[in-house]
């Protein structure tokens, strides 16, 4: 297992997985020391790694490193919809619902989403309430709004749903 901690505007960024690719993503954590994966390598978390600083210093919109999320068949189907939210844009926890095949399902989807062990690369934080407000994020809803202002994502405000 390798594992390696970032340092971000939002907190150190702890990111670890193997060959196979990323498994967790955790933020605000500096658990443990770096193993495995050097900066320059070409790991997974490395590529991980390299790929979320650019995206916090405003020079990447997306991600392309191989993933692989313990989860139910549910929580993974939640997650792939969520990659599919554009850079941006926000979405609410009924519209992913649907995208997902259930419409009656927020409170599922919300509890998948939660889950989600990959956030900003599987962008959990682009998931709003129906009215526009934050709500949610496994890091702390000032987190979620200093992602969505990196993205420029007006926050206090009603933003545009995708």
Not at 62 to 85: A, M, Y
Not at 97 to 106: E, L, W, Y
Not at 143 to 150: G, T
Request: glycine share 12%; charged share 20%.
């Amino acid at each position: 297992m390798d594992r390696m901690t970032i340092d971000t505007p939002v907190g150190p960024i702890l990111i670890e997985g193997d060959e196979s690719g990323v498994s967790l993503i955790e933020i605000g954590t500096s658990e443990g020391s770096t193993t495995g994966a050097q900066p320059g390598s070409s790991t997974p978390v490395a590529r991980a790694a390299r790929q979320l600083q650019a995206y916090f210093a405003g020079e990447r919109c997306d991600f392309s490193v191989p993933l692989s999320p313990k989860g139910t068949e549910f929580q993974r189907r939640v997650w792939h919809e969520l990659e599919r939210i554009p850079y941006g844009r926000t979405i609410s926890y009924g519209e992913l619902a649907k995208r997902v095949g259930n419409p009656n399902a927020s409170r599922a989807v919300g509890a998948a989403n939660g889950a989600n062990p990959l956030p900003i690369v599987v962008p959990c934080h682009r998931v709003i309430g129906a009215n526009g407000t934050l709500t949610g994020f496994g890091a702390g809803i000032d987190v979620k709004a200093k992602l969505l202002e990196i993205e420029g994502v007006p926050v206090g405000t009603q933003p545009e749903l995708f």
